[in-house]
C-alpha cells in the first residue's frame, strides 16, 4: 500500500503531465495577434502559475514521500508558512504594477525607476524579517502544526535552509510585476517558469539524490538565487 502511495506521487508523472500543460498553453499563447496575444499572454501566466504550483508540490511531495510521511507534512507546514510572508510582498507588487504602467505611458522614466526600487526594497524587508523569523523560531512555527518531535526536527531543518533565499526572492517578484506593468507579461512569465519548473525540479530531484530529503529544502533558495539573476537580466533588457 505504501508503494502504491509513493507511486501516485510519482515526480516523473507530475513533470510529464505539467509540461504537457504548459505546452498545450503555449500553443495557445502563439495564436492571435497585437491585443489579443497581450491578453492571452496574461491569461496565460495565470493559469500557468496556477498549475505550475500544483506540479510543484506534487512532484516535491512524490521525492519527499518515499523517506517518510514526515517530510511530506513539512512541505504541507512550509507552503502554509510561506503564504503569510509572501502576501504582504505580492501586496506591495501589485500595488506597484499599474502605478508603474501609469508612468510608463506617460514616459516617466525616471519614476518607473524608483518605483521599482522602492517596491524592491521594501519586499526585501519583509523577506528579510521572515528569514530572521525562521532562524529563529522555526520549531515554535512547526509547533503550532505538529506536536510530532520528527515533524517539527525536520521542520527546523527546512525552514532554517529555505529562508536563505527569501530576501534574494524579492528580486524575482518584482521584476515579474514590474514586467506585468510595463506590458510585457511573456517576460515576466518567463521569470515565473524559471521559480516554479525550470530551475526548482531538476534541482530538487538532483539534489535528493545526492544529499537525501534536505537536497529538496537546498533546491528553493538555489532556485531563488538563480533565478533572481534571470529576472535582474529579463527586467534591466526589457
Do not use: D
Not at 106 to 130: C, D, F, N, P, W
Not at 131 to 151: K, R, W, Y
Amino acid at each position: 500500500l505504501r508503494k502504491r502511495q509513493v507511486n501516485n506521487h510519482s515526480p516523473r508523472k507530475a513533470f510529464l503531465r505539467g509540461v504537457c500543460f504548459l505546452m498545450l498553453a503555449f500553443v495557445e499563447l502563439l495564436a492571435g495577434g497585437g491585443l489579443l496575444k497581450n491578453i492571452k499572454v496574461y491569461r496565460a501566466e495565470g493559469v500557468t502559475l496556477l498549475r505550475c504550483e500544483a506540479m510543484l508540490a506534487e512532484g516535491h511531495s512524490g521525492l519527499l514521500a518515499a523517506f517518510s510521511e514526515s517530510y511530506v507534512v513539512v512541505l504541507g507546514i512550509y507552503y502554509k508558512l510561506q503564504t503569510f510572508l509572501y502576501l504582504p510582498a505580492n501586496g506591495f507588487v501589485q500595488g506597484m504594477r499599474p502605478l508603474i504602467g501609469y508612468n510608463y505611458g506617460a514616459k516617466e522614466h525616471a519614476r518607473v525607476a524608483k518605483l521599482y526600487q522602492l517596491t524592491l526594497g521594501m519586499s526585501a524587508v519583509i523577506m528579510a524579517a521572515g528569514t530572521v523569523i525562521c532562524m529563529a523560531a522555526s520549531a515554535p512555527l512547526i509547533g503550532l502544526f505538529s506536536s510530532n518531535p520528527e515533524t517539527i526536527a525536520i521542520g527546523q531543518t527546512a525552514l532554517r535552509i529555505i529562508c536563505l533565499g527569501f530576501v534574494v526572492s524579492a528580486v524575482s517578484t518584482t521584476s515579474s510585476g514590474a514586467l506585468e506593468g510595463l506590458g510585457k507579461g511573456a517576460a515576466s512569465l518567463v521569470i515565473s517558469l524559471c521559480r516554479y519548473v525550470i530551475f526548482i525540479m531538476p534541482l530538487a530531484w538532483l539534489l535528493c539524490r545526492q544529499l537525501g530529503p534536505t537536497g529538496v529544502w537546498h533546491a528553493f533558495w538555489i532556485t531563488e538565487a538563480l533565478s533572481a539573476v534571470i529576472a535582474y537580466a529579463v527586467y534591466h533588457k526589457a
